[in-house]
Nanobody
Framework: QVQLVESGGGSVQAGDSLRLSCVASGRAFSTYSMGWFRQAPGKERDIVAG????????YYADSVKGRFTVSRDNGKNTMYLQMNSLKPEDTAVYYC?????????????????WGQGTQVTVSS
C-alpha cells in the first residue's frame, strides 16, 4: 500500500488559514483517488474533500465548500488542502487517505492507506 504523511496542522483563530500537505510514497497499487478526512473528539471520521489523482476531479463536503480547496502535485506525489476562513467547528484531527478505486463511496472503509493525522485547532 501507499505510505502517507500529513503535515501543516496547528492552532489558529477563527478566520485564519492553514495549508495541509500529504506526501505519498511506496505505492503497491495504482492510486486513483485521495481524500482528506477529519475526526473531532467524540465524533466519527468524515470526508472533508477528495480528488482523483490523474484527472483532478474534486469533491467537497457542504460544510467546507467555498472555504477549502484540495489540489495535488503529481510530480511531487503530494496532495494539499488549503483551508481558509477557518471556524471553531473545523477543529479536528485531519487524515490523508488513498484508494485504488476510481469512484469510491466517500467513507473511511473505501480507503486502504492512511496517514497518522495532523491536529487543527480553531479558537473563537
Amino acid at each position: 500500500q501507499v505510505q502517507l504523511v500529513e503535515s501543516g496542522g496547528g492552532s489558529v483563530q477563527a478566520g485564519d488559514s492553514l495549508r495541509l500537505s500529504c506526501v505519498a510514497s511506496g505505492r503497491a497499487f495504482s492510486t486513483y483517488s485521495m481524500g482528506w478526512f477529519r475526526q473531532a473528539p467524540g465524533k466519527e471520521r468524515d470526508i472533508v474533500a477528495g480528488i482523483t489523482w490523474s484527472g483532478g476531479r474534486t469533491y467537497y463536503a457542504d460544510s467546507v465548500k467555498g472555504r477549502f480547496t484540495v489540489s495535488r502535485d503529481n510530480g511531487k506525489n503530494t496532495m494539499y488542502l488549503q483551508m481558509n476562513s477557518l471556524k471553531p467547528e473545523d477543529t479536528a484531527v485531519y487524515y490523508c487517505a488513498a484508494t485504488s478505486r476510481s469512484s469510491p463511496p466517500l467513507r473511511p472503509a473505501s480507503f486502504d492507506s492512511w496517514g497518522q493525522g495532523t491536529q487543527v485547532t480553531v479558537s473563537s
